[in-house]
């Protein structure tokens, strides 16, 4: 399989022109500007390239790696968009495409934020997840991570100026291609989007934390915590088997000091698991110790598991224990719920349909 030119570094470039021939360092601008800006997919509209670099670059890269296979629109208001799309070697991968509802002081916005994922699949096995049901596929290149974001910008008239890592996957088991990826989102002569405008989250990959801290791209962390105890927690999470709060918590101080920005800690609210007023108050000390903020999620089914969201009154008083001790929170319907925007679980339909058939 020919690597994409989207996961290829500006040197990269500049070696392979080097090693084919005297080529002009000029064209290394030019190809990537073909790739970023202009978003071309097929060699020959790079116009301005000799057709023999042309045929040269067609015969050692691909452009896109992957192809968009369908979309699913949120029936919701909210204009949330998911598509699934097709790799290379037939697997299927989500994002989805979030416009923000309104602007600062209420104005029209056209900001969008783009979900997306870093595997196919989950190893990390989350009982309450659809990434996790699915076991784990493979890791996405650096050109795949990409590549959904080339995808969704084609697909949107609006600019897509915020990313989170929250499709499927934990991105932090795959920071080989992902900090790569980092480098080239940011670079101000590619995509240029602002480290301070993206979020990786992980469920609390330990070691992955201390490389991400230390890639040089000052991205946002949100860590899924989901239960505030060792206890609660490793009954829905066996990763915090592996790297229980004892580990967690120093690793997740260490990148405090590393960053100026705040921790969101992401916890869903599953009814009758992790949503005692217990956690919240367990959940309040964690945060103040971490001086985070926490994102509660009243839980989204998931098809074929048991697992359900509180009662809306009872998500409020959840709520209220973690303002009580002035902890910053926010409660986040889950936008697009109708089309199953929760990680994982539009690709988990349809493998089970394809199962059906
Ligand atoms: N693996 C990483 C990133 C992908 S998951 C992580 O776990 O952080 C993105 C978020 O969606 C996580 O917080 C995850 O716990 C949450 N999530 C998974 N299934 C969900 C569901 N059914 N309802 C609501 N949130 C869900
Ligand atoms: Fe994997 Fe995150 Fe889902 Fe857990 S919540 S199974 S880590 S994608």
């Excluded at 978003?39 to 192809?67: H, I, K």
């Amino acid at each position: 399989m020919k690597p994409s030119l989207l996961g290829c570094t500006r040197e990269q470039i500049a070696d392979f022109l080097r090693r084919h021939g005297d080529v002009p360092a000029f064209r290394v601008t030019q190809i990537l500007d073909w790739v970023w800006k202009k978003r071309v997919t097929d060699f020959e509209q790079m116009s301005n390239l000799p057709p023999a670099l042309r045929d040269e670059l067609a015969g050692n890269f691909c452009l896109r790696p992957l192809e968009v296979q369908e979309m699913h629109h949120s029936q919701s208001g909210s204009h949330t968009r998911k598509f699934l799309s097709r790799l290379t070697d037939g697997e299927l991968v989500e994002s989805v495409i979030i416009p923000a509802a309104v602007g600062r002081g209420g104005a029209h916005s056209d900001r969008i934020t783009l979900c997306v994922s870093s595997q196919v699949g989950c190893a990390f096995g989350c009982r309450f997840c659809a990434s996790g049901m699915l076991g784990f596929r493979r890791n996405l290149s650096t050109a795949e991570i990409i590549g959904q974001i080339l995808a969704a910008q084609d697909l949107t008239p609006g600019r897509i100026d915020n990313l989170v890592f929250m499709g499927m996957g934990e991105p932090l088991a795959n920071t080989d291609q992902l900090l790569p990826a980092l480098r080239l989102i940011t670079d101000p002569s590619l995509l240029g989007i602002g480290a301070r405008h993206i979020t990786v989250s992980t469920s609390g990959h330990v070691p992955g934390l201390r490389l991400l801290a230390s890639c040089g791209v000052p991205v946002r962390l949100a860590v899924s915590l989901h239960g505030a105890s060792d206890e609660v927690r490793s009954q829905i999470m066996p990763v915090n088997r592996k790297w229980p709060l004892a580990q967690l918590l120093p690793a997740l101080e260490q990148w405090n000091r590393t960053t100026k920005h705040m921790i969101t800690l992401e916890y869903i609210l599953i009814s009758g698991v992790n949503d005692s007023l217990d956690q919240a108050e367990l959940l309040a000390s964690l945060a103040h110790r971490l001086n985070a903020k926490v994102n509660l999620i009243p839980y989204n089914t998931v098809q074929g598991l048991p697992w359900t969201r509180p009662s809306e009154a009872h998500c409020r008083d959840f709520c209220h224990r973690l303002l009580i001790h002035k902890i910053p929170v926010t409660m986040r319907y889950e936008k697009g719920h109708d089309i199953n925007a929760a990680c994982g679980q539009l690709r988990l339909r349809r493998s089970t349909e394809q199962h059906d058939e």
